[in-house]
């Protein structure tokens, strides 16, 4: 079923990348993602698989940001994103810098340097992580750019943080 969107229209995102588990055989972080297929199996549309880390993965055309698997996900790591906005956090990872560094590769460390980065004063860091406020976000992608972690990342594939 293909619904007619209208423009800035709204996705569900998954605040995890699976960076957890990449070198790794069983993945620690307790933010990720678990891939227990819950948010699969909640959506109707089939617009989310599980990714080759085992990390739920939304395709933003087949959703229609419902917010079912925001209800079920038991990680809380799903939100509905407004899809102007290219630029997101893909972390959920509360743990200060040198513990997130430990369980992730590619973990929030709360650095600051996107919240500095930030012209439009829309990053910010909460509780060790990095947030977007979607209201002044311009999608600049300077934030993504100077990341060290790589944690930010571009939905249009435009802006590369360099790795």
Not at 99 to 121: F, H, L, N, P, Y
Not at 132 to 142: F, P, Q
């Amino acid at each position: 079923m293909v619904m007619k969107k209208k423009f800035p229209y709204r996705a569900a995102l998954v605040a995890c990348n699976g960076g957890c588990r990449a070198n790794q055989e069983e993945a620690k972080c307790t933010y990720g993602c678990s891939g227990c297929r819950a948010c699969a199996s909640a959506c109707k549309f089939g617009a989310i698989s599980i990714n080759s880390y085992g990390v739920a993965e939304v395709a933003e055309e087949k959703c229609i940001a419902c917010g079912m698997c925001v209800r079920v996900c038991p990680q809380q790591l799903i939100h509905i994103h407004e899809c102007a906005n290219y630029i997101v956090v893909k972390c959920s990872n509360h743990d200060k810098g040198a513990d997130a560094r430990k369980e992730c590769q590619v973990s929030c460390i709360g650095c600051g340097i996107c919240e500095r980065t930030c012209t439009a004063s829309a990053v910010h860091i909460r509780d060790n992580c990095a947030v977007i406020d979607e209201t002044y976000c311009l999608s600049c992608g300077m934030c993504l750019v100077k990341c060290p972690r790589h944690v930010m990342q571009d939905l249009r594939g435009i802006f590369t943080s360099g790795h």
